[in-house]
């Protein structure tokens, strides 16, 4: 979707564009970025981005904007098709060729494309398919410039001549499980399909939802692709912005080299089609197997940049946007009608999508929430909003503004976006100046003009059974291409065979975190990071899961949620104006080990953010009527928890792994017994036990310097008072062994199964953590994994599997997670198993092994690329008890992973004998495929874990999966 800029007209873009050997639009001459600098600066309330844009002869547009901050590089590739460009019957076909980009290209074998950028270190490593465009990234070390021009250049150029009915097959396979994943397996997935299938007539591009429908999908022939490749996939109709650390000369020079010979096709023709009008009403029902009714509703708008949009955008921030907003004030806080609320102004180019979203609470009135929200959207329309509205809108949006440039693929992305949607790169400035240029009565105005009763669509989404199309058989995957199916569009060169060498590499650097200690036990990390005016804090406490009383499963996340509730001086809607005003963004929650409350904000707020973040910490009110309400929000959360298959497998299977009684065992919000007995005397004995400064850390990353923390630290947190007894011990029981089982829980209908597969797993500081990571990027932890790539790329079954451990501070999980198809359940448990088996079979070779331990190891610069981040990441390790260098030593210690070390953990934490099986599917269908495997027991399960009844005596658990 669309990221939406906005902030004052002060704001502006300064473009400079150099002149070189390629065509270049005229412009002055860049400056070098200076070692350390950032192409996007900002002073004196203007924001400036340098960039220059230059054109191949072949029409290939570059866009470069030289970025020092980190030793990374951007590739962001944007081809300028999408579902506006499919033709009739050929829904979700641009995403189809999104996936059938990867499949491999003349001179990269399929697959080794992505096992080329893990072994460099990349991250971000993706695709993407909105209506109006494709686009295809990763970032590199910097060294690796020539290697990922090479890499993008073959996409763009070659892809075409592997491409077979081999990898076509698969990848129809792979995108229709992704529907099945994303839409028909997911609470609301046709709620969306059905919204814009009555919003746009049929032959509009816009109509079908992008992803397309089974039948078109699987109708899609090898001719069809080409011929799309054709039209589409040409060096006139690409551009590639290249953010970051690079010398933009030798990116010229290689860009040419490498994309310069393509060649180009004919002109794309535009796309030329009138926006719908609705003059009536239309009002859509969808069942579906959810606990709480949905109502959504969605308008025709003016289409991205033309006049209304803005005026809209920031409508949506007045109605729907956070709890500042009215529909959430109205909604969710006042009458407790509603779980949330989102509103959103979905920009587009041939017309734009104004949408209100509101998912009621049990039991509450459709009607009458439907009523508020008209009355919502009516008031609106004939006042305008307040100055304090407006003024909240454009902090929240300045400061996520900047937020988005912070990452150097998002500057790249944003650039990209500019360079399409308006026809020119440097379009930041003339963006962000009409928010600043609009009125709250020109706000009032286009609310008035747009969103009319009788121009609109009403989908209301309640329970009962899904309605999927009728089911479209999957072929099998031919063994392999026919003859004659492979064809050129571009001219092959010897040279292109050769992976280009890396350049020099820079040291790696990670972000070193200065520890101090204030007078009351509070530890205070400083992390630097100059290149945005953009500060992140997180203030954790050991108050986590861990922490909770036996009979107050979830009491730890109850007080952490309360502590934005309100406190002695503030409201809870107090607290919620006062962050958005701020333009900050404020949470609170807790999790295994600790607890939470992190906020980011501009560096001009921040002192102010961090005085907000100090009073719900140390101030909570915890009163009455704000428990009574997040009571009511926690029930609703636990019955939409329900509805989530990967959710419930692994809630069941924390069950299963830690036991009764253990605090682990239990669901992070706890249950509803639980809930319903929270008071604010529990509530408050919690908070003081737990919420000390000795047992708490304040991590502060970002444009702020070691003497400014000290002093903000001092002031808001020097007088929070240490408790005279020692600190209370946590409930870290190491759980005891559970043996191996097969679980099910039913879920009937499900076109997919949820499985988590898990075992007990070591601790958080365990002396082989590096070589189990190692280790696990190769098994199940990188889209290259043997895994995922074994029941992805080769067979179709899922569209992606993945295994992680998960350290606590004395315990810790193995699992490996994802939702396969329903019908190969059984068959992909075959083939992860076999996995596994080879995994502890023998050491992994020589290729492998530098392959994934890279994959980490030179990955770390770009793992750790925003404020968030960072103080995030410092936080977790604080509260697991990590040294002060547990991060600035990771290179050190990746770099010391053998394959000797790395299979020793193998065979030391993963025994397929002792994985439990959680499967969350529709019984009727998956029980005998799990029947026939021969893992025992096998038992059947509730959506929270509890047994409902055996299917098979308990017998011991077999070695492996058999056939």
Known sequence: MRFTPAAPAAI??????????????????????????????????????????????????????????????????????GPRNEAKGQTGFAHLFEHLMFAGTRHIPRGQADKIIDAAGGTDSNGSTDFDRTNYFFTLPSNQLELGLWLKSDMLGYMIDEVDSVSLANQQDVVRNERRQSVENRPYGLTEEAMFQALYPEGHPYRASVIGSHEDIQSIKLADVKAFARSYYRPNNATLVLAGDFDPAQARK????????????????????????????????????????????????????????????????????GKSSRLYKTLVYDKQLAQSVQVQQYSLSLGSVFSIEVTARPGKSMEEIEKLVDDAVAELSQNPPTPEELARARASIETATLSHLEKVQGLADQINYYNQQAGDPNFIGKDLARYQAVTAAGIRDAVAAQLKKNARVVVLTTPGEKVLAPEVATPPIPAKAAKNERESLNADVAWRKTQPKAGKAKPLSLPDGKRLTLANGLTVIHVANPGLPLVSASLVVRAGQTANPADRPGLSSFAAGMLQQGTQTRTAQQIADEAAGLGA????????????????????????????????????????????????????????????????????????????????????????????????????????????????????????????????????????????????????????????????????????????????????????????????????????????????????????IYSVYTMNRDSGMFGIRGSVRTDVTGAAMVDLFKEVDGMRAKPMGAAELNRVRNAQLLALPGLFDTNRVVASTYASEWALGQPADSITSLPRKYGAVTAASAYKATRTYVDPAALIVVAVGDKAKVLPQLEALGRKPLEIRDAQGAPVGATAPSQPTTSGAKP
């Open 12 to 81: 502006t873009l300064a473009v400079l564009t150099a002149l070189g050997g390629l065509s270049a639009s005229p412009a002055a001459l860049a400056a070098p970025t200076a070692a350390g600098a950032s192409a996007v600066t900002a002073s004196g309330g203007t924001l400036s981005v340098k960039l220059e844009k230059v054109k191949l002869a072949n029409g290939f547009e570059l866009i470069l904007v030289e970025d020092h901050r980190l030793p990374l590089i951007a590739f962001n590739m944007w081809v300028h098709a």
């Open 254 to 321: 290689l860009v040419e080299k490498y994309f310069g010979a393509l060649k180009a096709g004919d002109a794309v023709p535009p796309v030329n089609v009138a926006q719908p009008k609705l003059t009536e009403e239309k009002r859509v029902a969808v069942t579906d197997r959810i606990e709480l009714p949905r109502l959504d509703i969605a308008w025709h708008t003016p289409a991205v940049f033309q006049p209304g949009d803005a005026e809209l955008d920031i409508a949506s921030h007045v109605l729907g946007g």
């Open 585 to 800: 963004a404020l949470t609170s929650g807790a999790a295994r080990d600790e607890a939470r409350i992190e906020v980011s904000s501009l560096k001009r707020n921040f002192g102010q953010s961090l005085a907000l973040l100090a009073d719900v910490a140390l101030h909570p009110a915890f009163s009455e009527g704000e428990i009574a309400r997040q009571q009511n929000q926690r029930l609703a959360a636990l019955a939409q928890q329900r509805d989530q298959a990967p959710a419930v497998a692994s809630v069941v299977a924390n069950r299963v792994i830690y036991g009764e009684g253990h605090p682990l065992a239990q669901a992070g919000l706890g249950d509803e017994t639980s809930i319903k007995a929270t008071d604010a005397a529990a509530l408050r004995q919690f908070w003081s036990t737990y919420y000390r400064p000795d047992q708490a850390a304040l991590v502060v990353a970002g444009d702020i310097s070691e003497a400014e923390v000290k002093a903000l630290a001092e002031q808001l947190f020097g007088g929070w008072q240490r408790p005279g007894t020692a600190a209370p011990a946590l409930n870290t029981a190491a759980p005891s062994p559970a043996a191996a089982r097969v679980v099910l829980v039913d879920k009937p209908g499900a076109p997919q199964t949820a499985l988590a597969v898990v075992s007990t797993g070591p601790k958080s500081g365990t002396p082989d953590a590096s070589d189990l990571k190692v280790q696990n990027a190769a098994l199940g932890g990188l889209f290259t994994s043997r895994i995922n790539t074994q029941l992805r790329e080769v067979k179709g079954y899922t569209y992606g």
